[in-house]
């Protein structure tokens, strides 16, 4: 993980440095801060680095060892909270900020909000909807992980994990249940022999769940409501093959000015934003 404040650059147009050169900018650029991770916000950064008037900015948590970059300049690290990430807006001359982080990143989410509130800056979430079941499936929704951790063993007891890895040290203390836990980046420590890890990176196709699921005969899948079409080929497999899905239901969502679902929208609201100030 990047550390916080940390200026780490990515991309062929990175800039290093608290303060922007805008003298390579029109005077009227609007400034975009796009908090990503996420594919919508790689969609978003590839269509504003494309419109002349505007300059864009992707943001990542520095989670993962080997990150997907957007097009365009890309910071990576933690701000320092919601004081730290006003600071780096106004530092920065932003005009506007898109949180496009995923529906689980639940601080981030609160801190892009109050930091825009701060720093007088308009704020839009950019959220893809979540999952809608199907007939045929079979889902248990949870409210949270803990519930998830509770119910697991009334399920099934070969379980296919995709919470990702920083709910995976919840699991571990769940007894009958042998895991397929499958992550992006490794987790730090050995794991019980109850848990194999098979590192991956969507998107997956039905063929190829269904052979996961038969190869290790998962009787239960474990997953939370990330909604979007790279990692949902795991819930038409489940409904295929008549299994149980555990569902973690997305945390509650901050009171938000402004939501939109698509990469799309979320421009159309940047196209509508006042003219960047002349720096
Ligand atoms: P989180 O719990 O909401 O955030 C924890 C801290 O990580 C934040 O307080 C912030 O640190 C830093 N952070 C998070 N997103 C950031 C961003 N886009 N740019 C800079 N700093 C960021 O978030 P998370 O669940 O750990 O997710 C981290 C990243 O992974 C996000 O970018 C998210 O879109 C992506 N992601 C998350 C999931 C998931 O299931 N949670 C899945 C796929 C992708 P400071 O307080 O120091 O600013």
Excluded: C
């Excluded at 529906?103 to 959220?127: I, K, N, S, W």
């Excluded at 999952?131 to 070969?158: C, E, I, K």
Aim: net charge positive; glycine share 10%; no cysteine.
């Amino acid at each position: 993980m990047g550390a916080p404040n940390s200026e780490a650059v990515a991309g062929p147009t990175a800039r290093r440095g608290p303060t922007v050169d805008r003298s390579t900018s029109s005077p009227s650029t609007r400034r975009v801060l796009v908090l990503g991770g996420t594919a919508e916000a790689r969609a978003l950064a590839a269509i504003l680095a494309a419109q002349p008037a505007t300059t864009v900015v992707s943001s990542l948590a520095g989670r993962v060892a080997d990150p997907r970059l957007p097009v365009g300049e890309v910071r990576i690290g933690g701000f320092g909270g919601p004081a730290g990430l006003a600071r780096w807006l106004t530092d920065h001359h932003v005009d506007a900020v898109v949180d496009a982080t995923h529906p689980y990143a639940a601080r981030m989410r609160v801190a892009g909000v109050e930091a825009a509130a701060t720093a007088r800056v308009p704020h839009l979430r950019l959220e893809r909807p979540g999952w809608t079941a199907q007939p045929g499936d079979r889902w248990h929704r949870v409210p949270d992980m803990a519930a998830a951790v509770r119910d697991l063993p009334a399920l099934g007891t070969r379980a296919l994990l995709t919470t990702g890895r920083q709910s995976l040290g919840m699991f571990l203390p769940v007894t009958g249940v042998w895991f397929l836990a499958r992550v992006v980046d490794a987790p730090d420590g050995p794991l019980p022999a109850h848990v194999r890890l098979l590192r991956s990176r969507g998107p997956y196709t039905v063929d190829g769940e269904l052979a996961l699921i038969r190869d290790h005969r998962i009787d239960v899948l474990v997953t939370k409501d990330s909604g979007g079409a790279l990692t949902e080929a795991k819930l038409v497999a489940a409904r295929r093959l008549g299994l149980p899905v555990l569902m973690v239901d997305r945390p509650a969502p901050p009171d938000l000015p402004a939501v939109v679902h698509t990469a799309e929208e979320a421009a159309r609201w940047v196209d509508g934003l006042p003219p960047g100030q002349p720096g």
